[in-house]
């Protein structure tokens, strides 16, 4: 089980790739990773990198989240997320909604494109950078499926996290562009 800590970030993601076998040789046995977050465990499925269940410490059972997408969470494109926001997320002892895709977002996303990651880093770091949820949709996983080079999807261990080049899809080029010019460094 991993044990993550929005104020150990970098250290979290990284321990969190490592489980999953984003850059590195996976970090596990069996097809899923446990992470701790407080009170809670989130259940990722290794295959594709999804949260598929959480649960409260104190719960002997686990919750199931029903698969669905972002645009199924009832977030609007002009949502506004920032560090403080993801802090509080991340806080949450059951998140649902908004507070669940920020979940999403600080963790599998960030394991799967160092871009995200570097996003979150600098608005947790840095309270004046914030984006809206359009701004950040681009770059979250149906850009990582669709739009990426297959080697990402296929070989992950070997290939790592994607980096702003490794987008091909022109939305999520734009995308990067657009957050590059509003304060964020991005590779």
């Known amino acids: ?4 800590s929005i104020k150990r970030y970098k250290s979290s993601v990284s321990l969190l790739r490592q489980a999953l076998g984003v850059g590195v040789p996976a970090n596990r046995d069996g097809d899923v990773v446990d992470v701790q977050n407080g009170t809670t465990t989130f259940r990722f499925n290794v295959k594709d990198l999804y949260l598929t269940h959480m649960k409260l410490d104190t719960d002997p059972d686990w919750r199931e989240i029903k698969r669905h997408n972002y645009s199924q969470m ?3 494109d002009d949502f506004l997320i920032s560090g403080g926001k993801i802090r509080s997320a991340t806080g949450v002892p059951i998140p649902s909604g908004t507070h669940l895709a920020l979940v999403i977002v600080a963790t599998a996303e960030a394991a799967r494109s160092q871009v995200v990651y570097k996003i979150v880093q600098q608005m947790l770091q840095t309270p004046a950078l914030k984006l809206t949820w359009g701004q950040l949709k681009p770059l979250l996983i149906g850009s990582w499926i669709l739009n990426t ?3 990402h999807k296929r070989r992950p261990i070997s290939y790592g996290a994607l980096r702003s080049r490794d987008y091909y899809n022109a939305e999520a080029v734009n995308a990067i562009n657009a957050i590059r010019a509003t304060g964020f460094h991005l590779d």
């Open 74 to 76: 009832g977030i609007q």
């Open 149 to 151: 080079q297959e080697n």
């Open 1 to 4: 089980m991993i044990v993550f």
